[in-house]
């Protein structure tokens, strides 16, 4: 019977401006929080909404945000990273019967997570990766990580890329070397 009262935050996808604005959230008496989007700023987020009891919602995928006895005033919406390598492993090694995969993965939590769930999937599977390629979020060009994994002899690669600008790179560079491996 309460009306809902909408009120916005600009974090700029910092998990540095966290604090801040989690600060000004609960100093303002809101009872819920739905944001911020990303896994670093949600776990940045949630070491302090949890203290305050404040019932959140973010939109990342790192498994770790979905562990209930952890961050017990969190809902997670959305399949995390868990269940997102499991399912990419899948599909390269059972499906398309792939060997030798490689990973491409931002340096932000959502893509340490993923990389070792999808380590630990390959491994259930008597596989590793061959390639590891680790790109900063800011990369001006990542013509070199997907040259590396090409290198490397991947025939699958599992890229774990959360941005529209990075991808439209990896692609890119898939694009300029030839190559075109199952994704």
Known sequence: GRPIVRKEEDDEASP?????????????????????????????????????????STYAFAAEIGDGTKYPYHYQCS??????????????????????????????????QATIACKEALKRRGLTALSIEVYPINAPDLNSYVSNLRKSGAEGVLAWVANIPNAAMAFNAMHAQKWFPPI
């Open 79 to 112: 399949y995390n990273t868990n269940h997102q390598g499991e399912a990419a492993v899948r599909h390269l090694a059972d499906t398309l019967k792939l060997k030798k995969i490689g990973i491409l993965q931002e340096n932000t939590a959502f893509g340490e």
């Open 16 to 56: 540095a401006k966290q604090p801040t604005i989690i600060k000004k959230v609960v100093d303002g008496g809101a009872s819920a929080l739905i944001g911020p989007t990303g896994s670093s700023q949600a776990l940045a987020s949630l070491a302090f909404t949890g203290p305050a009891k404040l019932l959140q």
